[in-house]
């Protein structure tokens, strides 16, 4: 069983930054793609940003061009850098791998989640 561990989140002011993070555990990692997710109304978590096992990526029209996410096999780590932070960026961020076939849906068990709040 994999699991999930994300941290990085915290209180910034709107336009700043933060660098999530989540590491995996299991030798697995490498062979599956990527995404950030976040709480959507209605409880669903939506997509955030996608990395492929060959490090091609997929953003959100809403956070395009702020945020950046980046993997590291090595260390099983997906990385989520987000820059010029908005209010409306408030939420809790999960990340998981994506289920084989899938550009959205997530494969592994949820972990805990990390906060980040926007607000001045």
């Known amino acids: 069983q994999v699991q999930l561990v994300e941290s990085g989140g915290g209180l910034v002011q709107p336009g700043g930054s933060l660098r999530l993070s989540c590491a995996a555990s299991g030798s697995i990692f490498s062979t599956y793609a990527l995404g950030w997710y976040r709480q959507a109304p209605g409880n669903q978590r939506e997509l955030v940003a996608r990395i492929s096992r060959s490090g091609a990526t997929n953003y959100a029209d809403y956070v395009k061009g702020r945020f950046t996410i980046s993997r590291d096999n090595a260390r099983n780590t997906v990385y989520l850098q987000m820059n010029s932070l908005k209010p409306e960026d408030t939420n809790v961020y999960y990340c998981?791998?994506?289920?084989?076939?899938?550009?959205?849906?997530?494969?592994?068990?949820w972990g805990q989640g990390t906060q980040v709040t926007v607000s001045s």
């Open positions: 998981n791998a994506l289920a084989p076939g899938s550009q959205t849906t997530p494969w592994w068990s």
